[in-house]
């Protein structure tokens, strides 16, 4: 009333006030090498002023799968041939890291073909990922070649699912073979392959995957030996977090990969578990 205003408190000095570098102070490190940069960074960057930063090229991910029983999704099936869902799995775990995958599907059982493949392959990409001809049958070529071409640095991993793992070097770009089974290629790029991708991206990493340990409610038959990754379910019972398999665990049940939201992580020495034991778990969404 009157043009006049009245203050029911009294306003506090300061208050409503943003000083200069009550943010972002002089010589603070904004962000550090390494950083991905997610909307929140790339706002940062422009409320700088910045039109402009350096950043790591993009990883270039040369992949294909192998296998003459391996065959395209749209075609009609016949016995002893299966659909190439490793091209699917791996190429949206690589489309989830944002590399550019020079993508050439499937490639027969031809030595021959396969040596020439990776040849044009390893001068164009920083990364080879290949599924497949890794394992011991009389068609796997995939090994043999690579010790032609170039070098071959290890090959089968003490884990379940995935032994059949081969790493090595064409020239410049990394090469790893993963195995043909789905659920084997899946486990093996989760915990191999993804962190050596993130550390040839120039991204901070950390030293491991968190473990955390809950109640597994079931019994799961396990041999010592070998590092195991079975699918579980993590679910909430009375206000405590436990854990459950998926059900059958064999390296080529995929849905097992679906249904789980977190590896139970069973290292080499652990026997059989009993129901009402504390496990070792791995997130999934760690992983992505």
């Not at 200069?20 to 422009?46: H, N, R």
């Not at 093996?188 to 991708?197: A, E, K, N, R």
């Not at 991204?203 to 955390?212: F, R, V």
Request: aromatic share 8%.
């Amino acid at each position: 009333k009157n043009n006049e205003i009245t203050f029911i408190e009294m306003p506090k000095i300061g208050a409503n006030i943003r000083k200069s570098g009550e943010d972002i102070k002089k010589k603070d490190i904004v962000l550090s090498k390494g950083t991905l940069l997610y909307p929140a960074e790339l706002g940062l960057i422009a409320s700088l002023g910045f039109s402009k930063i350096k950043v790591f090229k993009k990883l270039k991910v040369g992949i294909f799968s192998t296998g003459d029983e391996i065959v395209k999704t749209g075609t009609k099936i016949k016995s002893g041939q299966v659909y190439d869902s490793n091209h699917f799995t791996i190429h949206s775990m690589l489309c989830r890291l944002n590399v550019e995958c020079l993508d050439l599907r499937v490639i027969p059982d031809n030595k021959i073909i396969i040596k020439n493949t990776l040849l044009k392959l390893a001068k164009k990409a920083d990364v080879i990922i290949t599924s497949g001809g890794v394992s011991v049958g009389a068609a796997d070529y995939m090994k043999e070649v690579l010790k032609e071409i170039g070098q071959v640095l290890f090959w089968k991993l003490s884990i379940k699912p995935g032994k059949p793992m081969a790493y090595g070097k064409i020239n410049k770009a990394d090469f790893f073979g993963l195995p043909g089974n789905p659920v084997s290629a899946m486990v093996t790029f989760y915990q191999i392959v993804q962190g050596s991708l993130k550390m040839r991206m120039g991204l901070k990493i950390d030293d491991s995957i968190p473990l955390l340990k809950v109640e597994c409610v079931e019994s799961i038959f396990k041999r010592p030996g070998r590092t195991e990754f079975q699918r579980g379910i993590l679910f909430q019972s009375n206000k405590t977090w436990k854990v459950k398999t998926t059900g059958q665990q064999g390296s080529a049940i995929l849905s097992s990969m679906s249904k789980a939201n977190c590896f139970i992580v069973l290292s080499a020495d652990r026997g059989a578990i009993k129901a009402g034991e504390i496990v070792d778990i791995q997130l999934m969404a760690s992983f992505i």
